[in-house]
C-alpha cells in the first residue's frame, strides 16, 4: 500500500543546533516532493520544493534533499531559532486526480 | 497581491446539516483546491476545481461536492454531515491546475455535534 510516513511526531532541539526532519514514502515515483510550515489554526505555508532530479535544495537555514533510490527526503533547519516552532509537513504528488499526498507532520519545538 | 481568504473561519452544525464554505484565491490563480485536515493529520485532498470544471477529486463520498466561479473563487458544500466532518477545511490555489508551491488559506474548523 501507498504510504507517507514523517520520522516522528515531534522533535525537540535547543536554538542553535540543526534540526533534521525525514519524510519516507512507499509505492509512490513523486516527480517532485515540497516541504510546508504550518502553526497552530493556520493553513500550511509553501517552504521548498526539489524535483527528481535534483540532489538538494536551499533556500536561507534551509536544506532538502530528496534520495529517490530510499525513498526518502531529509529537511533541515540549520541554527535554529524559537520562531522555527511550528509542524512540518512533507508532500507529493501522487499523478493520480491531481492528488497530493501529505504526510502527518512533524511538530518542532526549539527550546531557548 | 491577495493571499487566499476562506469563511467563515469557525463554524458549529450538527449531524445531518449541511454547509457552505467559501474561499477566494490568490490574485492571478485559476486553480482551487480543498481538503480536509483531522487534527494531528496532515491535509487530505477532496478535489480540485480548474477553470469552473472539477479537475481531480480524492478518496471522498458525493455529499461532499463544489463548485468554482468566474471569478475563481470557490465553494465546498457537504450534506448529511457526520460527526466525523468536523476538521478544519483548507483551501489552496495554484496556477493551471499545478499542485506546485500552493498557496492556502487559514481554514475554516468545522465542529459537527
Known amino acids: 500500500s501507498q504510504k507517507i510516513e514523517q520520522n516522528s511526531e515531534a522533535l525537540n532541539i535547543q536554538e542553535g543546533k540543526t534540526a533534521t526532519l525525514t519524510c519516507n514514502y512507499t509505492?509512490?515515483?513523486?516527480?517532485?516532493l515540497q516541504w510546508y510550515r504550518q502553526d497552530p489554526g493556520r493553513g500550511p505555508v509553501f517552504l521548498l520544493l526539489?524535483?527528481?532530479?535534483?540532489k538538494e535544495k536551499r533556500k536561507e537555514r534551509l536544506k532538502v534533499t530528496f534520495d529517490t533510490t530510499l525513498k526518502q527526503s531529509l529537511f533541515h533547519i540549520t541554527a535554529s531559532q524559537p520562531a522555527d516552532s511550528a509542524t512540518y509537513l512533507c508532500?507529493?504528488?501522487?499523478?493520480?486526480?491531481?492528488?497530493?499526498?501529505f504526510g502527518a507532520g512533524t511538530r518542532l519545538t526549539v527550546k531557548p | 497581491e491577495t493571499g487566499v481568504t476562506q469563511s467563515p473561519t469557525h463554524l458549529i452544525k450538527t449531524r445531518g446539516q449541511q454547509v457552505t464554505l467559501r474561499c477566494s484565491s490568490q490574485?492571478?490563480?485559476?486553480?482551487v483546491s480543498w481538503y480536509q485536515q483531522a487534527l494531528g493529520q496532515g491535509p487530505q485532498f477532496i478535489f480540485q476545481?480548474?477553470?469552473?470544471?472539477?479537475?481531480g477529486r480524492g478518496n471522498f463520498p458525493p455529499r461532499f461536492s463544489g463548485l468554482q466561479f468566474p471569478n475563481y473563487s470557490s465553494e465546498l458544500n457537504v450534506n448529511a454531515l457526520e460527526l466525523d466532518d468536523s476538521a478544519l477545511y483548507l483551501c489552496?490555489?495554484?496556477?493551471?491546475?499545478?499542485?506546485?508551491?500552493?498557496?492556502f488559506g487559514s481554514g475554516t474548523q468545522l465542529s459537527v455535534l
Open positions: 489552496a490555489s495554484s496556477m493551471d491546475r499545478s499542485n506546485e508551491k500552493l498557496f
Open positions: 509505492n509512490y515515483s513523486p516527480a517532485y
Open positions: 508532500a507529493l504528488d501522487t499523478y493520480n486526480n491531481n492528488d497530493m499526498r
Open positions: 490574485s492571478g490563480h485559476n486553480t
Open positions: 476545481y480548474y477553470r469552473e470544471e472539477e479537475n
Open positions: 526539489i524535483r527528481e532530479n535534483e
